[in-house]
């Protein structure tokens, strides 16, 4: 449909003999109707692999990677908060900060 799900309708026919079919729906026309959005399968399988020991292990470095850099950002370059109005005014404190953040980066890598 246009929200992005895929719907699945049952045959009426099939489910009118169904000895399950109170427990199943309670529609009048006797369908049942399941609906899985375009994506689930790719989320399913996502939140599959992140509970592999593996990916625990990986997950398990982000606090000293990722989670360390936007920590830096909130302590030492003022982005806890935001003065500023507008997504645009904040898009562009957010790139200056994450640019002065590479830059010294790179100025400690040389």
């Not at 799900?5 to 009426?12: G, Q, T």
């Not at 009118?16 to 109170?22: A, D, N, P, Y």
């Not at 507008?86 to 830059?103: E, H, P, S, W, Y």
Request: hydrophobic share 30%.
């Amino acid at each position: 449909n246009r929200e992005g799900y895929k719907e699945y309708v049952s045959n009426p026919q099939v489910c009118l003999k169904c000895e399950f079919l109170h427990k199943c729906t309670c529609s009048k026309n006797n369908k049942k109707v399941v609906c899985r959005h375009v994506w689930e399968e790719y989320l399913e399988e996502a939140e599959h692999l992140r509970h592999t020991t593996y990916n625990k292990s990986i997950y398990a470095l982000r606090s000293q990677t990722i989670e360390r850099v936007f920590a830096d950002l909130k302590e030492k370059h003022g982005l806890r908060y935001t003065t500023l109005r507008g997504i645009d005014k904040v898009r562009m404190q957010t790139l200056l900060a994450f640019a002065c953040l590479n830059l010294k980066k790179l100025a400690n890598w040389k």
